[in-house]
């Protein structure tokens, strides 16, 4: 996850994590955001910044994960989210694009909480006519899986670093920092 806005694993969601730490309903997630698919993505920030009124929170590139470049917008009034979805040439999501099927994905969080938890919840819908990708916990290092609703539409299921594995990041990367300055 990576450049401005989220670092994955380290710091999964960035800047803009405290808009997502609400607590996940009594189904251990609850609906985040709904991520649509754009072909120009300058162009449609453009449109749904200016024409739209929607706000930058926070953006990310997974382009070193064969993916493309994500932006996070909300409504100031309302407080819903939008996240815009580019994917390059070459990318495993790079498919052709056909005007009106332009959901990329819904995503649900599950909240701070180990990877042990989102690997049951993900095992779960599985068990309930969820269909799998190639996109799961176990690929991820435990911080987002992807599975697919009965027609094929993907939802995103990710969660934020317990406080213990923010402590550990926080102790690895002030120990890295000390490591350089020494060399």
Same mark, same amino acid.
């Given at each position: 996850?990576? &450049?401005a806005?989220r670092?994955?694993?380290d710091e999964?969601l960035?800047?803009?994590?405290?808009l997502?730490?609400?607590?996940?309903? %009594?189904?251990?997630?609850h =609906?985040?955001y709904s991520?649509v698919r754009?072909?120009?993505?300058d %162009?449609s /920030? %453009?449109?749904? #910044?200016?024409?739209? $009124?929607l706000?930058?929170v926070?953006? $990310?590139d997974l382009?070193?994960?064969?993916? $493309?470049t994500?932006? /996070?917008?909300q409504d100031?009034?309302s407080?819903?989210?939008?996240? !815009?979805?580019?994917?390059?040439?070459g990318?495993?999501?790079?498919?052709?694009?056909i005007?009106?099927?332009? =959901?990329?994905?819904? $995503?649900f969080?599950? +909240?701070?909480?180990?990877?042990?938890? /989102?690997n049951?919840?993900?095992?779960? !819908?599985l068990?309930q006519?969820? +269909?799998p990708t190639?996109v799961?916990?176990? #690929?991820?290092?435990?911080w987002? +899986?992807?599975?697919t609703?009965p027609?094929?539409?993907w939802?995103e299921?990710?969660?934020d670093?317990? &406080? &213990?594995e923010?402590?550990r990041a926080?102790?690895q990367? &002030?120990?890295?920092?000390?490591r350089?300055? %020494?060399?």
């Open positions: 996850m990576v &450049a806005g670092s994955r694993p999964p960035g800047p803009g994590a405290k997502f730490r609400e607590s996940p309903s %009594r189904h251990g997630m =609906l985040r991520g754009v072909t120009d993505l %162009r /920030l %453009r449109f749904y #910044t200016k024409a739209l $009124g706000r930058e926070t953006r $990310g382009s070193q994960f064969g993916r $493309g994500w932006v /996070l917008l100031p009034a407080h819903q989210r939008l996240e !815009l979805n580019w994917y390059p040439k990318s495993q999501f790079d498919v052709p694009f005007i009106g099927e332009g =959901l990329d994905h819904i $995503g969080f599950v +909240g701070p909480a180990p990877a042990s938890t /989102l049951r919840i993900y095992q779960r !819908l068990r006519g969820a +269909g190639n799961t916990p176990a #690929t991820t290092d435990g987002v +899986g992807y599975v609703d027609d094929g539409n939802i299921i990710f969660r670093q317990t &406080a &213990a923010k402590r926080k102790a990367a &002030a120990a890295e920092k000390r350089k300055r %020494r060399s």
